[in-house]
Antibody, heavy 116, light 108 residues
Framework: EVQLVESGGDLVQPGGSLRLSCVAS????????MSWFRQAPGKGLEWVAN????????NYMDSVKGRFTVSRDNAKNSLYLQMNSLTADDTAVYYC?????????WGQGTLVTVSS | EIVLTQSPATLSLSPGERATLSCGAS???????LAWYQHKPGLAPRPLIY???TRATGIPDRFSGSVSGTDFTLTISRLEPEDFAVYYC?????????FGQGTKVEIK
């Protein structure tokens, strides 16, 4: 059974940082490109970033470039999203998913709330 | 950036009826790289269709996808109770990946 489990979501103040993790099981992680998506309250799905199975290339949506960094540790079957300089607009449920184009497996998400 | 416009915003139908959801792209999508997802509150998005018309693994054949130029369609031939949800189209032919704003299929 495939499982993608996100963690690290929390309440953080504007300007703060947070690191999300996603642990995968049931897939050949080191042969899988991966993506991060998010859904803000009351809004639709939004792509955030993706990363090749080897760790490069990495791609980002414009509004997070320079603030977010996607990375992975294939030895730990883990995907990460380092988020810096957070603003209220980053408040969302963040999902990890397998794939860099369409994604066939998704986690259930972790909630990030940016508020003072 | 490719803008995807979904219509209608909300579709009110009864179980057993046919649902037709539209997704229009602002420009040609390379290789018709468009996917459809079903999303219910609190759950992970569920992939339905990729490559405009190929069903993902385990998706019943009442779900079908088609394309004509830059207009994409998801059809649910006969709605089952579990099909009432929000549906999103997503293009992956170019960066940034983009989604439509979603169509909510609700029980009439």
């Amino acid at each position: 059974e495939v499982q993608l489990v996100e963690s690290g979501g929390d309440l953080v103040q504007p300007g703060g940082s947070l690191r999300l993790s996603c642990v995968a099981s049931g897939i050949t992680f080191d042969k899988s490109g991966m993506s991060w998506f998010r859904q803000a309250p009351g809004k639709g799905l939004e792509w955030v970033a993706n990363i090749h199975e080897d760790g490069n290339p990495k791609n980002y949506m414009d509004s997070v470039k320079g603030r977010f960094t996607v990375s992975r540790d294939n030895a730990k079957n883990s995907l990460y999203l380092q988020m810096n300089s957070l603003t209220a607009d980053d408040t969302a449920v963040y999902y990890c998913a397998r794939g860099r184009g369409w994604c066939d497996f998704w986690g259930q998400g972790t909630l990030v709330t940016v508020s003072s | 950036e490719i803008v995807l416009t979904q219509s209608p915003a909300t579709l009110s139908l009864s179980p057993g009826e046919r649902a037709t959801l539209s997704c229009g792209a602002s420009q040609t999508i390379s290789n018709n790289y468009l996917a459809w997802y079903q999303h219910k509150p609190g759950l992970a998005p569920r992939p339905l269709i990729y490559g405009a018309s190929t069903r993902a693994t385990g998706i019943p054949d009442r779900f079908s996808g088609s394309v004509s130029g830059t207009d994409f369609t998801l059809t649910i031939s006969r709605l089952e109770p579990e099909d009432f949800a929000v549906y999103y189209c997503q293009q992956y032919g170019s960066l940034p990946r983009t989604f439509g704003q979603g169509t909510k299929v609700e029980i009439k």
